[in-house]
Structures are given as structure tokens and as C-alpha cells.
């Protein structure tokens, strides 16, 4: 069954440092997503892709967040100067209508 | 806005009981329902869907109905067993835009004992 990869797994990072977390959805999927839940939290929305722009995002996503689709494959959510508070589970989601696929996530610490 | 809210955790229970996870939605549009299960260290796992009023969604023994008169989904187990202990997610996606986005209610920790 096709499934959503992510990578790395886990991501250890010191404050300031820029980060980037890559995915690779299901291949037929149009829409594409990320989501984070800090540790014991809620998962939050952080942004929605389709047809090679943002088509939503949430107000965590701000300018020091950018998503990109590089290829006909990876979609990858980028940190330029990370701060301790974004330490949390990022999981990527495809889709094709309704129903998210999400990943299993990359744990990504900052120190 | 779109919300979920859920019944207030952690929910501890001996093996054999029997599950209830109330979650109850307000959504502008015709949302999509969902329950997604997370074991520890793990990601999140689709564990059943509704996608229109009535539908019921079920999968490993768990049900929950599409209810838009009390706009709830409640997740019910009728026996649950000591490897059904993880944090379960009620979550819509709204199908009124595209885009599609998932809100999560806050999850609710399952703990069964032996």
C-alpha cells in the first residue's frame, strides 16, 4: 500500500540553525501538507500546498517557515533560524480528495 | 471556525470494558469525520472515517457514527484489549474547500490494564 516517507526521524538542531524536513507524499496525490504537535499537544495545521503554491496556512506559519516542492516527488517544510519552541513531531499529509495520508513523522529538537 | 473538541482524558480502563471517546465538532461546511490513533513514539494512524451524516465508520472493533443532529462522533469499543492503550485523535477535514485541511480535537490518552 503506498504510504508518505519522511525523513530524517529525528532531527537535532541548535537554536538559530536552519533546518529542513523532507517528505515524499503518495505519488497521485495533488495536495500535500504539514502539521506539527509539540509534545504532549494538540497536531496543529501548519500549511496547505496544491498546484505548486500555498494554498493555506495557519498563523504558526510565519516568515521564518517555507515550503517547497523541489521535484515531482519531495515536498519539504523549511526553518531558517529555529528556536527552542520548535521543538515538536512534524508529519507531513497527502491527498487526493478528503482523507489525509500523514507520515510518520520527524522529531525534530532544538538545543 | 472549524473546531473539535474532546472528552477530557486520560481515560483508564481494565481489559474486556467497554470504550467511549465522546468528540463533538462545529464546522462551517460538510465536513469529513475521522478517529486516528497514536501509539507511543509513533505517528498517526487512520483508524476509521465518515463522510457524510449517518455513515458509520468502524475498524479493529471501533465504531463511531456521523451524527449531524448533535454534530458528534463518538468512538465506541465494545471489549477493549491491553494493546489498545495509545492517544486517539477526533479530527474533520473540511471537503467545503479544497484545500482540505484536518483540525484535531486535543486527544484523548487511552490507558487499558490488564
Known amino acids: 500500500e503506498p504510504e508518505v516517507t519522511q525523513t530524517p526521524s529525528h532531527q537535532v538542531t541548535q537554536m538559530g540553525q536552519e533546518v529542513i524536513l523532507r517528505c515524499v507524499p503518495i505519488s497521485n496525490h495533488l495536495y500535500f501538507y504539514w502539521y506539527r504537535q509539540i509534545l504532549g499537544q494538540k497536531v496543529e495545521f501548519l500549511v496547505s500546498f496544491y498546484n505548486n503554491e500555498i494554498s493555506e496556512k495557519s498563523e504558526i506559519f510565519d516568515d521564518q517557515f517555507s515550503v517547497e516542492r523541489p521535484d515531482g516527488s519531495n515536498f519539504t517544510l523549511k526553518i531558517r533560524s529555529t528556536k527552542l519552541e520548535d521543538s515538536a513531531m512534524y508529519f507531513c499529509a497527502s491527498s487526493e480528495a478528503r482523507e489525509q495520508y500523514f507520515g510518520p513523522g520527524t522529531r525534530l529538537t532544538v538545543t | 471556525g472549524n473546531s473539535v473538541t474532546q472528552m477530557e482524558g486520560p481515560v483508564t480502563l481494565s481489559e474486556e470494558a467497554f470504550l467511549t471517546i465522546n468528540c463533538t465538532y462545529t464546522a462551517t461546511g460538510y465536513p469529513s469525520l475521522f478517529w486516528y490513533v497514536q501509539y507511543p513514539g509513533e505517528g498517526l494512524q487512520l483508524l476509521l472515517k465518515?463522510?457524510?451524516?449517518?455513515d458509520k465508520g468502524s475498524n479493529k472493533g471501533f465504531e463511531a457514527t456521523y451524527r449531524k443532529e448533535t454534530t458528534s462522533f463518538h468512538l465506541e469499543k465494545g471489549s477493549v484489549q491491553v494493546s489498545d492503550s495509545a492517544v486517539y485523535f477526533c479530527?474533520?477535514?473540511?471537503?467545503?474547500?479544497?484545500?482540505?485541511?484536518?483540525?484535531f480535537g486535543d486527544g484523548t490518552t487511552l490507558t487499558v490494564k490488564p
Open positions: 465518515a463522510t457524510k451524516a449517518d
Open positions: 479530527a474533520l477535514s473540511d471537503r467545503h474547500t479544497n484545500a482540505g485541511k484536518s483540525t
